[in-house]
């Protein structure tokens, strides 16, 4: 249909790309006023869902606990024409097994040591037993990729 703005939603195959390629997003939970708490966390993604780790008692585990409801968004871009991104609406689920705390430790490593990254410090692994996992479970994804508009807006 002539002047009807192209579609910038990634198709399944990018999102998937886009949501390996990329480790950082932002984390919104809401907090014991109603309002946004919104932390940058490191990621790893698999089969769908989002891992990540925290302290246990952190303010985001606290508002969880309390509303497992959250927002989390990966975004890349300077200007408008290299914006891209997804938006996830989900649940989040706290896993306390240190075994999975491991696991989703060295997953996450993996992932930044892949993308050219130090990967997750050796020092930081002394904190695994005050830590949980926070797994992501979308309910509702919306992506974005302005380049796809070809210059035209």
Same mark, same amino acid.
């Given at each position: 249909?002539?002047g009807?703005?192209?579609?910038i939603?990634?198709t399944?195959?990018?999102?998937e790309?886009?949501l390996k390629k990329n =480790?950082k ?5 809401v907090?014991?006023h109603?309002?946004p708490h919104?932390?940058?966390m490191?990621?790893?993604?698999r089969?769908g869902?989002?891992?990540?780790? /925290?302290?246990g ?9 309390r509303n497992?409801?959250v927002?989390?968004?990966?975004d ?6 290299e914006l891209k991104?997804?938006?996830?609406r989900?649940?989040c689920?706290i ?5 999975q705390?491991g696991?989703?430790?060295r997953r996450?490593?993996?992932? =930044? /040591?892949?993308?050219g ?7 930081a /692994?002394?904190s695994m /037993?005050?830590r949980?996992?926070?797994?992501i ?5 919306t ?11």
């Amino acid at each position: 249909m002539p002047g009807k703005r192209p579609s910038i939603k990634f198709t399944p195959e990018e999102q998937e790309e886009f949501l390996k390629k990329n =480790q950082k997003g932002a984390l919104a939970t809401v907090d014991q006023h109603g309002f946004p708490h919104v932390v940058a966390m490191n990621y790893t993604y698999r089969d769908g869902a989002f891992y990540m780790t /925290s302290y246990g008692k952190a303010q985001k585990v606290v508002n969880i606990r309390r509303n497992p409801k959250v927002g989390f968004m990966v975004d890349t871009g300077r200007v408008y024409n290299e914006l891209k991104g997804v938006l996830v609406r989900g649940y989040c689920e706290i896993i306390e097994d240190p075994s999975q705390v491991g696991v989703t430790w060295r997953r996450m490593g993996e992932a =930044q /040591s892949a993308a050219g990254g130090a990967g997750v410090p050796r020092e930081a /692994s002394a904190s695994m /037993s005050k830590r949980v996992v926070l797994k992501i479970v979308p309910e509702k994804i919306t992506s974005w990729d302005h380049s796809k508009l070809g210059g035209k807006y």
